[in-house]
């Protein structure tokens, strides 16, 4: 499946007009938090894989604010959400910017597309100043309930999902390119139904309060395996 029109405009997260209050503009709203929370106000902040622009867009009044992206649609597109951000066609596996000019490096579900996902790790270990922030999230192998979900657990439904991992081997390969570890924990359990004869709505309040009550305030508290992502912020040595 290529990375086209066809595939940005049929995801969810990548859709230009996507409602507010939507799951993708929650997740965008916290990773924004993070990057405010960790990064250093004013200094140069990267998107790696920033698809339609909107989160780099929201971060581009706070930071010097680059976008790249392997799809030059989605750049083109992108242009009228990250209107302030410099933005261009690039791979994350040969990021175009010389060695550490960034202070805080987002790459938000993009490795488990890649397939070098440890090049594009170096790439960004690079590119990243002493003491510089990064924020990386992908699916989460180790969830607790993704044995429920089986072959229908979320991670395996996109099938550009080609370089799934076990959390342990992103945290070496995350340690392998010189950073270490500020936070690791996850997102919560929203990859309703887990059990078949349960109301979804009522499966999204039981099983889905948590993540919520952390995308809503901020707040980092769950533990990793307690989600169906695994979410890394990470100092550069």
């Known amino acids: 499946m290529a990375f086209d029109e066809k595939y940005f405009s049929t995801h969810t997260y990548a859709n230009i007009t996507f409602a507010r209050y939507s799951m993708y503009w929650w997740s965008n709203r916290f990773f924004a938090i993070l990057a405010r929370r960790h990064g250093r106000s004013g200094a140069r902040l990267l998107e790696v894989g920033s698809g339609m622009g909107h989160l780099v867009g929201q971060l581009s009044a706070e930071f010097e604010a680059y976008g790249m992206d392997l799809n030059h649609w989605a750049v083109n597109r992108s242009k009228s959400a990250a209107e302030k951000a410099a933005l261009q066609t ?19 579900h993009i490795v488990e597309h890649l ?111 307690w989600g169906e992502s695994i979410l890394v912020v990470a100092r550069k040595k």
């Open 90 to 108: 690039a791979s994350a596996q040969e990021l175009p910017y010389a060695d550490g000019v960034f202070n805080t490096v987002i790459i938000k």
């Open 115 to 225: 397939p070098d996902p440890a090049k594009a790790i170096r790439e960004i270990g690079r590119v990243t100043e002493k003491d510089g922030i990064l924020i990386l999230a992908t699916p989460n192998l180790g969830s607790l309930l993704k044995p429920w979900k089986g072959q229908r657990w979320i991670g395996y439904q996109d099938p550009t999902h080609i370089s799934l991992k076990e959390p342990e081997e992103w945290l070496r390969l995350i340690e392998d390119a010189g950073f270490e570890f500020i936070r690791v924990f996850s997102d919560g359990f929203w990859d309703v139904p887990y059990i078949p004869v349960v109301p979804r709505f009522l499966q999204k309040l039981f099983f889905g309060s948590l993540g919520g009550f952390q995308a809503i305030t901020g707040w980092v508290f769950l533990p990793m395996r």
